[in-house]
């Protein structure tokens, strides 16, 4: 398989299958008021790190990889923006969705290897999507962790796996 289909397929998994989805089920189990709470005044609310998310995902994949014009203000990803619902960030997620889908399936193999400056870092095409992976994995972590907090519920992303699975050797 071509390193551009793993990739990608990589990007889906770990971004949309998953990141995603927990993202969405801690949207629906807190209340619309705990949108914008922070336990204190260096951790973002889980409202502020979906618009971070998005943020990020925007400056690294749609304008380093897609061209599009750099808008980004990254302070005002972290201003509570209290009129903002759950509904709306649902609504940009899935926009923001759209648009990667698009640019990714767009990527020219010859991209994956081409440096790129992105917020003052020469990366490669490859690492760019990395990058979003790992950002996405980190603060989905920290979104999990607020809703834990404000609901004092378990996610239960793994209710229907056995986590105790001995690996077998081939």
């Not at 949309?16 to 709470?37: G, N």
């Not at 609310?45 to 304008?63: D, M, T, V």
């Not at 698009?102 to 870092?121: A, R, S």
């Amino acid at each position: 398989m071509e390193v551009r289909k793993l990739l990608m397929d990589e990007f889906d998994k770990r971004v949309f299958e998953e990141s995603y989805e927990r993202i969405y089920r801690c949207i629906s189990m807190i209340d619309e008021k705990d949108l914008w709470k922070s336990p204190s005044k260096g951790i973002p609310a889980i409202g502020n790190l979906i618009l971070h998310l998005c943020g990020n995902a925007r400056q690294w994949i749609l304008s380093g990889l897609g061209g599009r014009p750099d808008n980004r203000d990254r302070d005002q990803e972290f201003v509570a923006q209290t009129k903002i619902k759950k509904a709306e960030l649902v609504f940009l997620l899935e926009n923001m969705r759209s648009n990667l889908r698009q640019t990714l399936e767009e990527l020219d193999p010859q991209q994956i290897t081409t440096v790129y400056n992105v917020q003052g870092f020469d990366v490669t095409g490859f690492s760019i999507v990395v990058h979003v992976i790992e950002h996405f994995s980190y603060h989905t972590g920290q979104i999990t962790t607020l809703t834990k907090l404000l609901t004092n519920k378990d996610t239960a992303y793994y209710a229907d796996v056995d986590l105790n699975k001995q690996n077998r050797l081939n």
